[in-house]
């Protein structure tokens, strides 16, 4: 069992930056891909960035590469979202999860958990 909890949402004007943070309990942390997800109002839930077990592969939804920055650290059972350049358009709801593959996250499908979610706002 995994549990992920999220912080570091928040208000931000258009242009800045914010890193969110997931603390994943759980021994077996070391052993799952992890990603980001995020839910803007009115819309389906989408993929953001999802690392590998061991952070040597990372992907990304394009309208963030460059932009964003996914990275683990196993050793403290945590992943982190890097967010520059924020815009307008990324404001949602953005969600931590864990699979067992980063195809699972990249599709959402097959995610073994999620964490309670965090409140990203941007400003114009």
């Known amino acids: 069992q995994v549990q992920l909890v999220e912080s570091g949402g928040g208000l931000v004007q258009a242009g800045g930056s914010l890193r969110l943070s997931c603390a994943a309990s759980g021994r077996t942390f070391s052993t799952y891909a992890m990603g980001w997800s995020r839910q803007a109002p009115g819309k389906e839930r989408e993929f953001v960035a999802a690392?590998?077990?061991?952070?040597?592969?990372?992907y990304y939804t394009d309208s963030v590469k460059g932009r964003f920055a996914i990275s683990r650290d196993n050793a403290k059972n945590t992943v982190y979202l890097q967010m520059n350049t924020l815009k307008p358009e990324d404001t949602a709801v953005y969600y931590c999860?864990?699979?067992?593959?980063?195809?699972?996250?990249?599709?959402?499908?097959?995610?073994?958990?999620w964490g309670q979610g965090t409140q990203v706002t941007v400003s114009s």
């Open positions: 690392i590998v077990w061991n952070g040597a592969n990372t």
């Open positions: 999860n864990a699979a067992q593959n980063t195809i699972a996250i990249r599709t959402n499908s097959g995610v073994n958990y």
